[in-house]
């Protein structure tokens, strides 16, 4: 008897425009994109305040079509 199981999506690695909650700013980070979101890549400091983008939010992945 084989079990067919679904392989795990990996996690790809992306930059894109991640506002910054301490300097207000959109800075440019990179991100892992998941099935369910995009999310920042832990330990990313923001280049201008350089206070920790953890919990940033992303505002544009640059994709290609």
């Known amino acids: 008897m084989t079990i067919f199981t679904?392989?795990?999506?990996?996690a790809t690695e992306?930059?894109?425009?991640?506002y910054c909650?301490?300097?207000t700013h959109t800075v440019?980070?990179?991100v892992l994109t998941h099935r369910k979101g995009a999310f920042v890549k832990q330990g990313?400091?923001?280049p201008r305040c350089n206070t920790s983008l953890d919990a940033g939010?992303?505002?544009r992945?640059?994709?290609a079509a």
Request: glycine share 0%; with cysteine; net charge positive.
């Open 21 to 23: 909650y301490i300097c």
């Open 14 to 18: 992306a930059m894109a425009s991640v």
């Open 6 to 10: 679904k392989p795990v999506p990996v």
């Open 44 to 46: 990313q400091r923001c």
């Open 28 to 30: 440019e980070a990179q």
């Open 61 to 63: 992945l640059n994709r």
């Open 57 to 59: 939010y992303v505002f």
